[in-house]
């Protein structure tokens, strides 16, 4: 199995450990208590566990997620010694991923083969579900300052939507993308880029990550 192959188990593991399994309570106190960021960091290697067990599992595996669970609590661990308010801006968040992204990387090239029972393209699409309903809806509200980050579970439904949507048939997506761009063009009228950013990146980010990952 590629790195191709099984970047996506990686890249959902990741998606899944680190935005639907932090509540926000641990969104908020990861990076003020250790106790809090270690149990984050439990649930991360659960999650990545979860999404990659299958044929051939071995020790060999086992212990690459192990690695990928230690990078992924430095990589969080420099945020939670960074006190200066560089780290809260929307630039340290994407170079934040893109440390993780590069560590999945680092430790996809090193797995053996392994077949998750998870098919594959079912944890492509989860995989862009999550990134568009939690990463994209992070990122604007950061780019936007949008005031307190408060979970849009409506807005999620339907950022979500847009890769399943895809994968039944991509002319679909045109679809749902002009369905879409009507309350958008509303909102523009009334000022806020907020919802217009959200659209923008939900349709981009499920083209390119559904055509890379297929």
């Known amino acids: ?72 609590f430095l990589i969080d661990f420099l945020k939670f010694s960074c006190k200066n308010k560089f780290c809260t801006t929307w630039y340290y968040y994407l170079i934040d991923q893109s440390f993780h992204m590069l560590s999945l990387v680092f430790v996809g090239s090193l797995m053996t083969p392994v077949e998750p029972y998870l098919p594959r393209t079912v944890a492509v699409v989860l995989s862009v579900m999550i990134f568009n309903g939690y990463f994209v809806s992070i990122l604007v509200h950061l780019l936007t300052s949008n005031g307190m980050y408060k979970r849009d579970y409506i807005g999620y439904v339907l950022r979500m939507a847009a890769p399943a949507i895809y994968i039944i048939n991509p002319f679909l997506l045109v679809i749902y993308a002009v369905f879409c761009l009507i309350p958008v063009v509303k909102i523009k009228r009334r000022g806020s880029m907020f919802n217009v950013l959200n659209y923008i990146l939900t349709i981009f980010s499920t083209i390119i990550l559904m055509g890379v990952m297929l």
């Open 1 to 72: 199995m590629s790195l191709r192959d099984i970047f996506p188990y990686l890249f959902l593991g990741h998606l899944f450990g680190d935005y639907v399994l932090q509540t926000s309570y641990i969104a908020a106190h990861k990076s003020k208590s250790l106790k809090v960021l270690g149990f984050h960091i439990f649930l991360v290697f659960a999650s990545q566990l979860m999404f990659i067990v299958g044929k051939n599992f071995s020790i060999q595996v086992l212990g690459l997620i192990c690695l990928l669970t230690v990078l992924h």
